[in-house]
């Protein structure tokens, strides 16, 4: 963490590393400007994911969902939705893609310094993920999963010397374990917890996600 004046004597982790992003993203910008590459590596997977996709209507076993939770940003929480799609690849594997937003964390309070304050971050972007299953009941199974986030950030630290913002896009590896519960031949209970960690020019924070939601095979 910074030593960011009176800000390192109050109780406010989320605070200070709202700073510390806003500042590595306006000194990687002032360096790098952009990073090409990494841009078009994103935009190669998002069509890709695409074109996947557009495939699933043919697909045997296809199913969409859509998931409501919570978002742990550094110990300040935030209500997160996530939209998904996936196709199985046989009984126990498959591959989903998502677009989620993690909602928006907020903390505001009254330094001395800056008088009064106010940090906000919020996170969203794209999943693509391989999902491995194993039953646990005839109902019951437990799934683990592995993918790339492709995300794209937003901070921001109001006091009463204006506002100071900046956003940054970057991928990710993730990491996530479940549950699914069968209702029927169609619908599906799924409770989920990802763990991911967003690095913005060297300097990562945790985005915890759990989260419970439905999947609706539609053919």
């Given at each position: 963490?910074?030593?960011?004046?009176?800000?390192?004597?109050?109780?406010?982790?989320?605070?200070?590393?709202?700073?510390?992003?806003?500042?590595?993203?306006?000194?990687?910008?002032?360096?790098?400007r952009?990073?090409?590459?990494?841009?078009?590596?994103?935009?190669?997977?998002?069509?890709?994911?695409?074109?996947?996709?557009?495939?699933?209507?043919?697909?045997?076993?296809?199913?969409?969902?859509?998931d409501?939770?919570?978002?742990?940003?550094?110990?300040?929480?935030?209500t997160?939705?996530?939209?998904?799609?996936?196709?199985?690849?046989?009984?126990?594997?498959?591959?989903?893609?998502?677009?989620?937003?993690?909602?928006e964390?907020?903390?505001?309070?009254?330094?001395?310094?800056?008088?009064?304050?106010?940090?906000?971050?919020?996170?969203?972007?794209?999943?693509?993920s391989?999902?491995?299953?194993?039953?646990l009941?005839?109902?019951?199974?437990?799934?683990g999963?592995v993918?790339?986030?492709?995300?794209?950030?937003?901070l921001?630290?109001?006091?009463n010397?204006g506002?100071?913002?900046?956003?940054?896009?970057?991928s990710?590896?993730?990491?996530?374990?479940?549950?699914?519960?069968?209702?029927?031949?169609?619908?599906?209970?799924?409770?989920?917890?990802?763990?991911?960690?967003?690095?913005?020019?060297?300097?990562?924070?945790?985005?915890?996600?759990v989260?419970v939601?439905?999947?609706?095979?539609?053919?």
């Amino acid at each position: 963490m910074l030593d960011w004046y009176g800000l390192i004597y109050l109780d406010a982790p989320f605070v200070v590393s709202v700073i510390e992003l806003v500042l590595r993203i306006h000194n990687i910008k002032r360096k790098f400007r952009m990073n090409k590459i990494k841009k078009q590596i994103q935009k190669a997977l998002f069509f890709t994911l695409c074109l996947i996709f557009s495939g699933l209507a043919i697909a045997e076993g296809v199913y969409l969902g859509a998931d409501i939770g919570q978002t742990d940003y550094e110990g300040e929480d935030a209500t997160s939705f996530r939209l998904f799609a996936g196709m199985p690849v046989n009984e126990s594997f498959s591959i989903e893609g998502a677009w989620i937003n993690q909602g928006e964390a907020s903390e505001s309070g009254f330094d001395p310094f800056f008088g009064q304050y106010k940090a906000e971050l919020e996170a969203s972007g794209i999943q693509i993920s391989g999902l491995g299953s194993i039953p646990l009941q005839d109902k019951l199974s437990l799934y683990g999963k592995v993918g790339l986030y492709l995300w794209d950030v937003d901070l921001s630290f109001t006091d009463n010397t204006g506002t100071f913002s900046g956003s940054d896009d970057g991928s990710d590896i993730f990491f996530g374990f479940g549950l699914n519960f069968i209702i029927n031949d169609q619908l599906v209970l799924r409770g989920s917890y990802d763990l991911i960690s967003i690095d913005i020019g060297g300097e990562s924070f945790d985005a915890d996600l759990v989260s419970v939601g439905l999947a609706l095979k539609v053919n």
